[in-house]
């Protein structure tokens, strides 16, 4: 193609990305990315970046495909770290590449859209997910993956699935990726497998916010930037399910492991004297939610985030929760640390 037509097609995907990453139901703070195949070059999303600033700032990276491509199929644990496969000749601000790099260079499509989908979580995180998703994606072509680790572990997951003419990827306790050759065809099948997959929320009572300022006093904590944050707390479905451990990553690396949820009778002090530490959240039943006090922008989205997974997953449905080791293994890996480390410091 043309380089004038790849220029298009990556203008049109910082405008899509800019309007993905401005819609709390399909990604939240540093979440989701987008990327376009241009030749041998993949342009992705930068790790740590926000997609809903991708028409204000540069937040495309130029990766080499074939290599990482061989790495991946060599299970080179190079894979696992994309800034090695970046070309800093067109990177500028020496941006990192998206942690998921090659879940995007393994799909064959120009175009591939990666989404922390509520309604697609919300799904994803149920035990019968497959079966729920076979009937409403009938006619689509499609695949589950089970849950890995995203980076590498989750590239080689996708390997074994991916079968020709497959356009749409199911995540487990993740989320959506669509592709197509257009932007424009990425993103109306993105409105369709979204719309399909669409599940409306329970609904829920208003926060208690002379009650929750009362608990605040001068602990540092804060209401949370969304009010729609709270409904995990006020929500006895949503504040079960929450306190069962930790859905999906995005949770555990803004948040920590798992939520933290007030016992009868408890103020702020002594939960974090019960947990041996402050939480980034704590959830205080049928009042709301309250963060706390240094908390970032991606705690907050993340916190978002929750309610609107929960409220959507069915209540009677048995969850798959990241195992303890899934938990350590998000922890302690260097790319998350470094995506964690940008979202403190831009908020």
């Known amino acids: 193609m043309a380089i004038n037509a790849d220029a298009q097609e990556l203008a049109a ?19 989701g990315n987008t990327s376009l195949k241009a030749g041998d070059t ?15 700032e540069d937040i495309m990276v130029p990766v080499a495909i074939p290599p990482l491509l ?42 591939v859209l990666h989404v922390h989908c509520v309604d697609t ?8 997910c497959e079966a729920q998703v076979t009937k409403r994606l009938d006619g689509l ?24 003419g497959v356009d749409v990827l199911i995540l487990a306790n993740h989320g959506l990726v669509v592709a197509a050759e257009t932007v424009a065809g990425a993103e109306a099948l993105l409105r369709r497998v979204t719309g399909l997959l669409a599940r409306p929320p329970r ?44 859905l999906y990553p995005d949770h555990v690396i ?32 049928g009042l709301g939610v309250l963060m706390r006090g240094d908390a970032g922008g991606g705690a907050d989205a993340m916190q978002r985030c929750l309610a609107d997974v929960t409220a959507r997953v069915d209540g009677a449905a048995k969850l798959n929760y990241l195992t303890a080791a899934e938990n350590d293994e998000l922890i302690n890996w260097d790319a998350e640390q470094y995506r964690q480390k940008l979202n403190a410091a831009g908020g």
Not at 42 to 56: E, M, N, P, R
Not at 227 to 243: G, L, Q, Y
Not at 265 to 273: A, N, P, Y
Request: charged share 20%.
């Open 203 to 246: 609904k829920v009572a208003e926060p208690n916010l002379v009650a929750l300022t009362a608990l605040i006093g001068r602990t540092g904590y804060r209401l949370p930037a969304d009010v729609e944050a709270h409904a995990t707390a006020i929500d006895p479905e949503s504040c079960r399910m929450a306190s069962g451990g930790s």
């Open 70 to 111: 061989r790495a991946v199929e060599q299970r080179d644990p190079a894979a696992d770290q994309p800034q090695a496969f970046a070309i800093e000749a067109l990177n500028a601000r020496k941006l990192r590449p998206s942690i998921e790099t090659t879940v995007h260079a393994l799909m064959p499509q120009r175009v």
């Open 141 to 164: 072509e499609w695949a589950y993956v089970p849950y890995r680790r995203p980076g590498l572990p989750l590239a080689q997951g996708i390997a074994e699935r991916l079968r020709p």
């Open 42 to 56: 993949l342009w992705i999303k930068a790790s740590g970046t926000w997609l809903k600033d991708a028409l204000a």
């Open 254 to 285: 803004f948040l920590g492991q798992g939520s933290v949820v007030a016992r009868p009778g408890e103020d702020v002090k002594r939960v974090t004297e019960r947990c041996g530490t402050a939480p980034v959240a704590i959830l205080f039943p």
């Open 121 to 128: 979580i919300s799904l994803s995180v149920q035990a019968d």
């Open 13 to 31: 995907l910082r405008s899509l990305s800019a309007n993905i990453g401005r819609d709390p139901h399909l990604t939240q703070a540093a979440g």
